[in-house]
């Protein structure tokens, strides 16, 4: 019995010290807003493009649009330059403005050009092996009526520890038709950074 | 007494085994590198590059581990994981600039090396240097474009805290900046990076052993004519005696080479040990110092060819001297690090007496590890080479074949290379470069001023 506990004793406190060794994971909700190095992150990202699309959506364009076609706006996402001090994965940026976009309900989306040439491979394809049913034409493409560009601009500002990021998102929604711009999103942030001179 | 003796003796013989022990732990940064010096004046970066990841590293030199991993990469030509290593270093950056006090304390008992490695002024500035040349040879323009504005605000705060640095000004980061804002058609700012390369060259001429290069010469007048400020344009063709007109003839239409040349490897740092009378105590304390020796194998420069329906040739300029900014860095540390020697030997030499009079044994032992534990500080990013030279030329756009002629002191030919099927698209700017390490004869210590 006693031998028993001995052993529990023990194991117990080897589990408790390789605990404490191991890397630790804890789970948290992508809603949470965690800044860490104060470079941009998935908190900007998510932010940034849901209130840009909803501002998109509300301005006088949409409603144009509406009146003159009848039908909603179709848009493509073209480049999103990323011009500033950190590299930026720009894909799930773009990844999130496509996302607000589509969840709107407001607007139709098409491919970008590099998923659409994918896809005509693909149309390709069954023209040969796929049968006449279920084969589907080229020539049915749906054209976009605007594309959605932008840039991703930084200014830094240091004095000593301290850091002032300030990130300006633009985007320009331009007529595919006659090279209009009709509509032009800002959004800013600025981020103060204090890094300690001493460290253990 | 005889009891008394083997006693002494079991007591000293540990004392040596521990001396030995040390010494052998010990060995300074510089010396550890020996193997991939060898592999890389052999033209054998890959062996290099397996003897690096053999190599043990010690947590404190890991900032050297990723910046000599990055170079190597990139000399096989791996440039996305070159960039994944600097990235790594600049994290190792950021994360210890802070000063660590038990590190100092450390630093202050048993040697300089103690500290966290996060690299000169210019090491730190070469590493934005090699990614942005890194994302050019990937075609990612915008990705090199980060990288600059970071050297920017590198430049920044140097200048911030040491405003009359020379490492504030790094003229080739300038130059390099102009170039790829060039790239992206965004002429002001080319503009005005071409300005301060040309202002940082001017100031630096002497520090650096360097000439204005002529390609920078052109690049201020075709981009002040761009800008439209036809006064600078007009000051400048006076100024460095070239005509607009000539120029832009030549780069009319024309697709641009970019080529960079790294040329040798960047001075290595031996310890130098030395007795010194302590003025606080007056006895001899020995102390171990850096020094820096050239490695003797660089080359003059280059010529490229490209044999077309015409030719088309040039050759490359010193545009950055990073071993002699490597020796001033040096040169500004050395009072500094004398100093703390100094100070750490005599409060060594202290403990070693104060443990000798209560027993003489224990004393010697002290003192032993003392005196081994005292080693210079030799650590620096040993790969780099000792100078970057650049050409640009100006070629049809296709695909053609590059010959590269290393020239030596009197434009003799040492060696040739052949790059074939380079492409280059129609109005685009291509960018290559080539690294020469070979046949090093390391020789004499290069004098401090």
Same mark, same amino acid.
Request: proline share 8%.
């Given at each position: 019995m006693k031998n028993i506990s001995r052993q529990f004793i023990s194991v117990f406190f080897t589990t408790l010290i390789l605990a404490a060794c191991g890397t630790q994971v804890s789970r948290v909700d992508v809603e949470e807003k965690h800044d860490l190095s104060?470079? +941009? &992150?998935d908190t900007d990202s998510r932010l940034v493009s849901e209130e840009m699309i909803t501002d998109m959506l509300g301005r006088p364009w949409y409603r144009t649009h509406s009146k003159a076609h009848k039908t909603v706006p179709t848009v493509i996402v073209g480049t999103i330059r990323n011009l500033s001090h950190e590299h930026i994965n720009l894909n799930t940026f773009v990844a999130d403005i496509e996302r607000a976009m589509i969840n709107s309900g407001k607007i139709d989306f098409v491919a970008s050009s590099q998923e659409r040439s994918e896809i005509r491979d693909e149309r390709k394809d069954q023209d040969l092996h796929a049968t006449e049913s279920s084969r589907k034409a080229m020539g049915q493409e749906r054209g976009a009526d605007y594309m959605l560009k932008g840039s991703i601009n930084t200014i830094i500002d240091v004095d000593g520890s301290t850091q002032l990021r300030y990130y300006q998102v633009d985007l320009n929604l331009i007529s #595919?038709? *006659? *090279?209009?711009?009709?509509w032009l999103g800002q959004k800013k942030i600025k981020k103060v950074i204090k890094n300690s001179k001493l460290r253990f | 007494m005889c009891h008394h003796r083997i006693y002494q003796t079991a007591l000293i013989l540990p004392g040596y085994i521990l001396l030995l022990l040390l010494l052998n732990g010990c060995a300074?940064?510089?010396? @550890?590198h020996h193997s991939i010096q060898q592999s890389l004046f052999n033209h054998n970066p890959a062996r290099a590059l397996e003897q690096l990841e053999k190599n043990s590293h010690s947590n404190n030199d890991l900032f050297l581990y990723h910046a000599d991993k990055a170079i190597l990469l990139r000399m096989l030509g791996r440039y996305k994981e070159s960039n994944i290593e600097i990235e790594h270093a600049k994290k190792i950056i950021k994360k210890f600039s802070a000063s660590s006090i038990i590190e100092e304390g450390a630093a202050f008992f048993i &040697?300089?090396?103690?500290r966290v490695y996060i690299g000169s002024p210019v090491e730190q500035v070469m590493l934005h240097i090699y990614a942005a040349l890194n994302y050019l040879e990937l075609k990612q323009t915008d990705s090199a474009r980060v990288e600059i504005l970071q050297v920017d605000t590198r430049l920044r705060s140097f200048m911030q805290s040491? $405003?009359?640095? $020379? /490492?504030? /000004?790094?003229p080739f980061a300038r130059y390099l900046s102009g170039i790829i804002y060039e790239d992206l058609g965004e002429w002001s700012d080319a503009m005005i990076a071409y300005r301060k390369a040309y202002e940082a060259y001017l100031a630096h001429q002497e520090l650096y052993h360097?000439?204005? $290069?002529g390609q920078l010469k052109e690049s201020l007048i075709l981009m002040a004519d761009m800008v439209g400020l036809k006064t600078e344009r007009k000051k400048y063709e006076k100024m460095f005696k070239l005509k607009f007109t000539d120029l832009n003839a030549a780069q009319d239409k024309q697709s641009e080479l970019i080529f960079t040349f790294h040329n040798g490897l960047a001075p290595i740092k031996k310890e130098h040990s030395m007795q010194m009378l302590a003025p606080a105590t007056g006895r001899f304390v020995r102390i171990s110092l850096p020094a820096y020796y050239e490695r *003797? *194998?660089?080359?003059s420069k280059l010529r490229i060819k490209i044999r077309d329906k015409d030719h088309y040739s040039t050759t490359t300029e010193l545009t950055e001297n990073i071993g002699y900014l490597a020796i001033k860095t040096l040169e500004d540390h050395l009072p500094a690090i004398t100093a703390r020697a100094l100070a750490r030997a005599v409060a060594k030499d202290k403990i070693a007496k104060d443990s000798g009079e209560k027993n003489q044994l224990f004393g010697l032992l002290v003192n032993i590890a003392g005196v081994a534990t005292e080693?210079?500080?030799?650590?620096? +990013? #040993? @790969? #780099? $080479?000792d100078e970057i030279q650049t050409a640009r030329l100006n070629i049809p756009h296709g695909k053609h074949t590059l010959a590269i002629e290393l020239l030596n002191d009197n434009n003799q030919i040492v060696s040739q290379k052949r790059i074939e099927n380079i492409q280059i698209d129609k109005n685009k700017k291509l960018y290559l470069s080539f690294h020469w390490a070979a046949n090093g004869i390391e020789h004499g210590l290069i004098k401090q001023h």
């Open positions: 104060g470079a +941009w &992150n #595919l038709k *006659n *090279n209009r711009k009709v | 300074s940064y510089s010396q @550890t &040697n300089d090396s103690t040491d $405003p009359d640095s $020379p /490492f504030s /000004f790094d360097i000439e204005i $290069p *003797n *194998n660089r080359i080693r210079a500080d030799t650590r620096s +990013w #040993l @790969t #780099l $080479p």
